[in-house]
């Protein structure tokens, strides 16, 4: 057993299904977002503000900003893990990584809280 | 004439290691990598290789010939040579004691960590422990690794976390025991394996089912892994 505590789950199983289902999440996103601009080609500005308002398209539009958050957290936690190491490149890859990890985490989270106050104030 | 490219590294002599080229006369004949090492030795007793069976059994001549990892005493040179070339160099990943040799202290820490034995503290019955044909059937596949660490040492994940990540050889025999009906540590097992480096380092890129010179496949015991994690942990 590893014990990690940076990773998003802390568990390899955890951060593992949530991988998976973000990646199902921002696919129906995207599938969503085409169809619907592919479907609409006069689009105006008004019809765009309507769609981005409703509470169901902001829940939705939140669920794939939070899974895109938790999918760039544990990938780009496994890409730091696996080339910011003492192995690799001696003993100041651990304060290295973990200013890193914590930029990386604080970077997604402040993403996160941005995208909050766009959606709800659309 | 076959070019024959050798990796050479002596820590006592050279400061950094070298390709060595020798000419080989195969005499047309399709003879395994092994047998052109063991006549180069021959002619230059100075080459250190390991080997042993020569028949692809103990497991000791893995080395990455011509950009692929394999067993030199299994692999003719119809299948290794390119271009009238051939390219021997040790097992990527692992650090290099001499030429061809490699330390696989690494390899077998790994191997220690995920208990490659069988764990049933029950009384032992008179003779044996019994097995349906069906049980023993699952173990196909699984106990037949001889630990030659080429799958190892193909897998980048390994090679950036060869302490954290058990590697695919480790993780075939940890679902050796796991599906094994007579071993009963099967949650405790399951329980070591459950961090982020254990087993999730795996992504699936198969360059372990690639080399694996017995034809066996890590990439879906590490499946059958994450099943029995996911059943037990939701």
Redesign the interface.
């Known amino acids: 057993?590893?014990?990690?505590v940076t990773?998003l789950g802390?568990?390899?199983?955890s951060?593992?299904?949530i991988q998976r289902v973000s990646a199902y999440v921002m696919t129906a996103y995207l599938i969503f977002i085409v169809g619907y601009l592919m479907l609409t080609p006069e689009l105006s500005y008004s019809q765009w503000a309507a769609l981005n308002s409703s509470l169901p398209m902001r829940m939705f539009s939140l669920l794939t900003i939070l899974s895109i958050a938790a999918h760039a957290w544990i990938g780009l936690?496994?890409v730091l893990?696996?080339?910011i190491?003492v192995?690799?490149i001696g003993p100041k890859a651990t304060a290295l990584r973990i200013i890193f990890q914590l930029g990386m985490i604080a970077i997604t989270l402040l993403y996160v809280i941005w995208a909050i106050d766009i959606l709800w104030g659309i | 004439m076959l070019n024959v490219s050798i990796y050479r590294y002596n820590p006592e002599v050279d400061s950094e290691p070298y390709m060595q080229d020798f000419q080989f006369d195969t005499e047309g004949k399709d003879i395994m990598v092994l047998d052109v090492l063991e006549k180069l030795k021959i002619e230059d007793p100075t080459l250190v290789f390991r080997r042993s069976c020569r028949e692809g059994v103990c497991g000791s001549d893995g080395m990455n010939i011509s950009g692929k990892n394999g067993l030199a005493c299994v692999t003719p040179l119809s299948e290794a040579v390119k271009k009238n070339k051939l390219v021997i160099r040790p097992l990527p990943g692992l650090p290099v004691i001499r030429d061809l040799v490699i330390d696989m202290s690494q390899f077998y820490a790994q191997y220690e960590k995920i208990q490659p034995y069988m764990i049933n503290n029950s009384p032992a019955p008179a003779i044996e422990r019994l097995q349906s044909q069906e049980e023993r059937a699952k173990l196909d596949g699984l106990y037949e690794c001889i630990l030659c660490a080429c799958c190892s040492t193909a897998c980048?994940?390994f090679w950036?976390?060869?302490?954290?990540f058990i590697g695919p050889s480790g993780l075939l025999q940890a679902y050796r025991f796991l599906a094994d009906s007579r071993d009963t540590a099967t949650e405790a097992r399951l329980?070591?394996?459950?961090?982020?480096?254990?087993?999730?380092?795996c992504h699936g890129i198969m360059n372990c089912v690639q080399v694996c010179p017995k034809g066996l496949n890590p990439t879906k015991a590490i499946g059958h892994i994450?099943d029995m994690?996911?059943r037990t942990?939701t």
Not at chain 2, 160 to 164: C, L, R
Not at chain 2, 191 to 201: E, K
């Open positions: 057993m590893v014990t990690t990773s802390r568990s390899g199983l951060d593992w299904l936690w496994c893990t696996d080339y190491t192995r690799l | 980048p994940s950036w976390n060869p302490d954290k329980a070591n394996l459950d961090d982020p480096f254990s087993v999730f380092r994450r994690l996911i942990a």
